[in-house]
């Protein structure tokens, strides 16, 4: 993996006509993981959506060292709080979609072997639980390999064995030289290079 280094300076959101936060600065480079946290309604979900080109900010910059040609957007890899996965597909059907449409070339089995689902890939998601399904979003890394993870509350509804688990994969991410960004209320399942605070709760 290419040497990367993403530089947030000065930023500011909005969201409606409230200013969320201002003046986040950071710099992260190969093997970093920078940890968000904050109150509920801070803003860390809101930084995750800026850094990955899904939200403007209202001021700031954002700067990735060397800029890939076709814009920030390949480098990231968004795991958000909703799985974006299709009910009634099976699971190596919704792998196989986002591998595709992100141009990833990573082994389906060998992914879903390393999240503890081997074995399972012809169930239709729609069957699995909730733990399962963030399982399967995981394993969405795994198949497509960008240098940038934003991981917004990755534990969420994992135990703590799969909980274990991403913390070796985020290590093997690091090892491999990727970048990791995450929103947390909970401690991740690795020590984080640094941790952002973000602000107050909304009113
Ligand atoms: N689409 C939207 N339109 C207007 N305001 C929004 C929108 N989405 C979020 N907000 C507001 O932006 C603020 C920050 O939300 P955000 O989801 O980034 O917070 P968070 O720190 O991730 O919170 P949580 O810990 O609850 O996940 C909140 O006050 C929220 O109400």
Redesign the pocket.
């Known amino acids: 993996m290419a040497a990367l280094r993403l530089t947030a300076e000065a930023l500011a959101?909005r969201?409606?006509d409230?200013t969320?936060f201002e003046d986040v600065s950071f710099s992260i480079g190969p093997g970093d993981v920078l940890a968000v946290t904050?109150?509920?309604?801070?803003?860390?979900?809101?930084?995750?959506?800026i850094v990955a080109g899904l939200l403007a900010p209202a001021r700031g910059s954002i700067v990735l060292d060397p800029a890939p040609d076709a814009g920030r957007g390949v480098a990231v890899h968004y795991l958000g709080?909703l799985e974006a996965l299709k009910p009634a597909f099976t699971i190596a059907e919704n792998l196989a979609f986002w591998r595709r449409l992100y141009g990833g070339a990573g082994d389906l089995d060998e992914a879903l072997e390393d999240v503890g689902l081997g074995g399972l890939a012809h169930l239709p998601v729609g069957r699995l639980s909730a733990g399962q399904k963030r399982r399967v979003a995981i394993a969405r890394l795994l198949v497509i390999d960008r240098p940038i993870w934003l991981l917004?509350?990755p534990t969420t509804a994992l135990d703590a064995a799969a909980e274990a688990t991403l913390g070796r994969l985020i290590e093997r991410h690091r090892t491999c030289g990727g970048l990791v960004l995450a929103?947390i209320?909970r401690p991740l399942p690795v020590d984080p290079t640094a941790t952002i605070v973000?602000g107050k709760?909304?009113a």
């Open positions: 959101a969201r409606g409230r969320v904050g109150p509920n309604g801070a803003g860390k979900s809101t930084l995750l959506r709080h917004d509350e929103a209320h973000l709760a909304a």
